[in-house]
Every structure is written in structure tokens, then in C-alpha cells.
């Protein structure tokens, strides 16, 4: 059994992995799909869709002549990705503290 991921945990995950440094979209997509159950078919949306709200920014670099398009996040995704970290924490000790007491 699995959960179903939204986009807010989705955006969570790129965000974070885009702070550590920047990244073409074939290898962010790999990096993503190692940490959640999501496929390419919806990554590209999503990257457009953060990229549209202001949290990603892109950019061409040639590698043995083709572009490869990577996405770096902006200050505003920054930001973004400081609450989710807030909410997450919060999240995570109320799910901890609930699965601690039915003893699971």
C-alpha cells in the first residue's frame, strides 16, 4: 500500500533537491523519482508549473551539441521551500505522535 502524493510534496521534493544545485531535467527527474512514485509524464507539467509561479528559473547549457535545459530554483522557490520545511516538521511530529501511541 502507498500514498498518494500531491503536488505540494511534489514541489517539496524538487525544490529541495534544486537547493542543492542546479539540475538538467532528465537527472531531476531521476533524483525525484528516486524519493517518490511519480512519473515523467507529470514531472515536466510540474517543472513548467513552478516555473510559471516564480519558484524555478531555466537555462540552456550545449553538452556534446545538444541543449540540455536546467532548472535552478529562484528566491522566491527558496522561500516557498522554507515553509514547506516548516509544515513538514510540524506534519512529521504530529504523524510521529500519532503512530507512537497506537503503537503501530
Known amino acids: 500500500m502507498g500514498f498518494q502524493i500531491g503536488g505540494a510534496i511534489l514541489d517539496f521534493v524538487v525544490l529541495s533537491i534544486l537547493k542543492r544545485k542546479d539540475e538538467y531535467g532528465y537527472i531531476l527527474t531521476q533524483e525525484v523519482k528516486d524519493i517518490l512514485?511519480?512519473?515523467?509524464t507529470s514531472m515536466y507539467p510540474a517543472l513548467k508549473r513552478l516555473q510559471k509561479?516564480?519558484?524555478l528559473d531555466t537555462y540552456d547549457m550545449s553538452h556534446q551539441?545538444?541543449?540540455r535545459r536546467y532548472y535552478k530554483i529562484t528566491p522566491q522557490g527558496q522561500a516557498a521551500l522554507t515553509d514547506y520545511i516548516t509544515h513538514w516538521k510540524s506534519f512529521k511530529q504530529k504523524?510521529?505522535?500519532l503512530t507512537e501511541e497506537s503503537s503501530i
Open 53 to 55: 509561479i516564480g519558484f
Open 37 to 40: 512514485d511519480v512519473s515523467e
Open 65 to 67: 551539441g545538444r541543449n
Open 95 to 97: 504523524m510521529d505522535s
